[in-house]
């Protein structure tokens, strides 16, 4: 059983009303949602990098 499927199951024995299809909506949503914010802080990241490199002085 994928990581994936053994969330589905934990979704389902905590909300029996969900159908399994409800289920795998939710969760893909969730984890698109999880990967956009992790891009955005990666980009941040990256931007803040290159500003500080610009910045720094070349003294070295």
């Known amino acids: 059983m994928t990581k994936f499927d ?3 199951t934990e979704l389902l024995a905590k ?3 969900l159908s399994k299809d409800e ?3 939710i969760l893909t949503e ?3 949602r999880k ?6 802080k990666t ?9 500080s490199e610009t ?3 070349d003294d070295v």
Do not use: W
Request: glycine share 0%.
């Open 6 to 8: 053994e969330k589905v």
């Open 15 to 17: 909300h029996p009303s």
């Open 23 to 25: 289920a795998i909506k």
């Open 30 to 32: 969730k984890n698109e």
């Open 35 to 40: 990967k956009q914010k992790r891009a955005e």
């Open 43 to 51: 980009d941040r990241n990256n931007a803040k990098k290159a500003r």
């Open 55 to 57: 910045n720094r002085p």
